[in-house]
């Protein structure tokens, strides 16, 4: 892990993934200003040598570099907007570095108003999950101008091991959508492979240790794979979650003139898990969906 001594972060959302990211911060020496929608998550940090402050604009206005980790489009939109928000605690040559997965045609609108305020905007959405976050081994995948990364890239590399900057604003959001893309077919495949396995009277756990050793081996099988045969859908990353990125991919190819068939397809299953209040459960819990069908 790399050093931040001397460098002031902000963190504005500590849920599942955004607690153990600005641990892993405070860690390598940062000090760090935290705020979240709900309270007790900044307290608890504060218990632990963190600064809880009140507002997403204090937060930017005490820190050379604000990070944004919150649930979707609409919740970076309130964080960053208003009399309390991070664009108002701008100053020239601050950093916001939005690392929530969001729409692409936004993320290059706010970029645009961060650079208003002389700031800089590096959008870096991640891979890899709260076992990710925690062990700071997440996957960083970085939309930005080359001049703005050089302050980012020792807190990226505190935060992840695969950092790759992909090209102007928006390219990293757009490279996270692909891989939620990705993801949420996989989870399906390996839900609908399990449940066969399972209803031709085979035992899934066994089937799913020898496709580890094949072309099926994957992430998603191994981790994932693991949770549905053990029934373990605690959420590492929740299903509503997943169900709205697939609605972002649709949504960017609709912009682009591309239809995903099956994209458009695994949305059944994601939607299936809302439709039944599942909504909080692990991305694991799509095995409950398919073994409905």
């Given amino acids: 892990m790399g050093t931040l001594t001397g460098t002031t972060i902000g963190f504005i959302g500590l849920g599942l993934m955004g607690r153990p990211m600005a641990r892993n911060l405070h860690k390598a020496g940062a000090t760090m200003m935290v705020t979240s929608r709900s309270p007790g998550p900044a307290a608890e940090l504060a218990g632990e040598g963190m600064t809880a402050l009140a507002t997403p604009r204090e937060v930017a206005a005490a820190s050379d570099i604000t990070i944004l980790m919150v649930t979707d489009t609409s919740a970076v939109e309130k964080v960053l907007h208003g009399p309390d928000g991070v664009i108002a605690g701008l100053s020239p040559d601050k950093t916001i570095i939005d690392m929530s997965t969001t729409k692409v045609r936004e993320t290059r609108e706010w970029a645009e108003e961060v650079k208003a305020a002389g700031a800089y905007y590096i959008d870096a959405p991640v891979s890899g999950g709260t076992v990710g976050a925690e062990e700071g081994n997440l996957t960083i995948m970085i939309g930005a101008e080359a001049e703005t990364l050089a302050a980012a890239m020792p807190v990226f590399e505190v935060l992840g091991k695969n950092i790759t900057h992909i090209g102007g604003i ?124």
């Avoid at 912009?255 to 439709?275: H, P």
């Fill in 170 to 293: 928006g390219a990293g959001q757009v490279t996270k959508t692909a891989n939620q893309a990705i993801v949420g077919m996989t989870l399906a495949a390996v839900a609908e492979g399990l449940t066969l396995a399972a209803r031709a009277g085979v035992d899934p756990a066994k089937v799913r240790q020898a496709l580890l050793g094949g072309f099926a081996e994957s992430r998603v099988l191994d981790l994932h794979g693991g949770r549905m045969v053990e029934r373990a859908f605690e959420p590492g990353g929740r299903a509503s979650v997943h169900h709205k990125d697939i609605l972002q991919a649709l949504e960017l190819a609709d912009q682009v003139g591309l239809d995903l068939l099956s994209t458009q397809t695994n949305l059944k299953l994601w939607q299936k898990m809302m439709d039944r209040g599942w909504q909080d459960l692990d991305q694991a819990g799509i095995i409950r969906a398919v073994e409905e069908e």
